[in-house]
């Protein structure tokens, strides 16, 4: 049974900084495609970092130079550094997972396991 748990979420001013992390148990690869997504009320859920294939990495544009997504693998953990926040960047954030060495799309369709999520409130 895959499980994924987020923590790490809080309450910080703009321009400060955040790292998520999301435990993972049940793959027998860990080197799988994962990724990072949030949602904002009233809005999609939108992806924000992807990583695959071991540490192969892939980011939504605006959050490129800003976010940082990486795992140890010993730990089972996979993390997101975010920085320099932004009021805008305030969402629920969601880790998710496919049993697969590659993404092989970007959208919430495309992965099989979801977090239950954890909140970022960045305030300006």
């Known amino acids: 049974q895959v499980l994924l748990v987020e923590t790490g979420g809080g309450s910080v001013q703009a321009g400060g900084s955040l790292r998520l992390s999301c435990a993972v148990s049940g793959f027998s690869d860990s080197s799988n495609c994962m990724a990072w997504f949030r949602q904002a009320p009233g809005k999609e859920r939108e992806g924000v970092a992807y990583i695959y294939s071991g540490s192969q990495t892939a980011y939504a544009d605006s959050r490129k130079g800003r976010f940082n997504i990486f795992r140890d693998i010993a730990k089972n953990t996979l993390y997101l550094q975010m920085s320099s926040l932004r009021p805008e960047d305030t969402a629920m954030y969601y880790c998710?997972?496919?049993?697969?060495?590659?993404?092989?799309?970007?959208?919430?369709?495309?992965?099989?396991?979801w977090g239950q999520g954890t909140q970022v409130t960045v305030s300006s």
């Open positions: 998710a997972a496919r049993a697969d060495l590659y993404c092989r799309g970007w959208r919430p369709v495309d992965f099989d396991y």
